[in-house]
């Protein structure tokens, strides 16, 4: 059973333009939502992340919505820059009751922004 | 703040060989550490995870007995891969946690080739 899943697979964006990947999850008990950005041959690096009691948080330009009433959230990159292309994963924990705080990863989005 | 380190970055070695992979945290006492295998454009899957001076506890599915992980100290895990086989190859990363930290940061993963 997959508890985080994330659309779109892949994601094609002009230089400028906005990126935006969707992820829903299931388990109602995860109380942390962190997106990772991976580049090939690299380990993933967190890249923002949000708690269910805010519903966005903004970094530069990448901003996190979050709807907990659809259990959904969304990753924005405003701006988009061709060094913004990577795989990117949303992902969800429980940081409480000796969950051990094992992330639960969407399956990732390809993003690939052209000039 | 938060860096892992891992060591090696790449190996090969032949077949029947065993390998050992450092994850290391360089900035945060690491009380959960965690190894995940990658397979190509695929997501990351979680092998096992240990607490300091404990024993790791390894998903369904993964051979306790061929992926040996120790937790010595609060800064340093291996991971040994026993009697390699080329099926082994992937891409192994390591995540760590510390008590202050709200979620994993990931090491910059090794490249296992297996002959």
């Known amino acids: 059973q997959q508890q985080v899943k994330q659309s779109p697979q892949s994601l094609i964006v002009q230089k400028g333009g906005i990126s935006i990947i969707n992820c829903a999850y299931e388990?109602?008990?995860?109380?942390?939502f962190p997106w990772y950005q991976q580049f090939p041959g690299k380990g993933p690096a967190l890249l923002i992340a949000i708690r269910p009691d805010v519903s966005e948080k903004k970094e530069g330009r990448f901003t996190i919505s979050f709807n907990k009433s659809a259990k959904q959230f969304s990753l924005h990159i405003m701006d988009s820059q061709p060094g913004d292309s990577a795989t990117y994963f949303c992902a969800a924990n429980k940081n409480s009751g000796g969950s051990n705080y094992k992330l639960t990863f969407g399956k990732g989005t390809l993003l690939t922004v052209n000039p | 703040g938060a860096v892992v380190s891992q060591h090696p970055s790449r190996v090969i070695c032949k077949s029947g060989t065993s390998v050992k992979i450092e994850c290391r945290s360089l900035?945060?006492?690491?009380?959960?550490m965690f190894w995940y295998r990658q397979f190509p454009k695929q997501s990351l899957m979680l092998m096992a995870t240990s607490n300091e001076g404990s024993k790791a506890t390894y998903e369904q599915g993964v051979e306790k007995d061929k992926f040996l992980i120790n937790h010595a100290s609060l800064t340093l895990s291996t991971l040994t891969v026993t009697s390699a086989h080329p099926e082994d190859s992937s891409f192994y990363i390591c995540s760590a946690r510390g008590s202050s930290l709200d979620t994993q940061y990931f090491g910059p993963g090794t490249r296992l080739t297996v002959l």
């Open positions: 900035d945060f006492q690491a009380t959960t």
């Open positions: 388990n109602t008990a995860f109380d942390y």
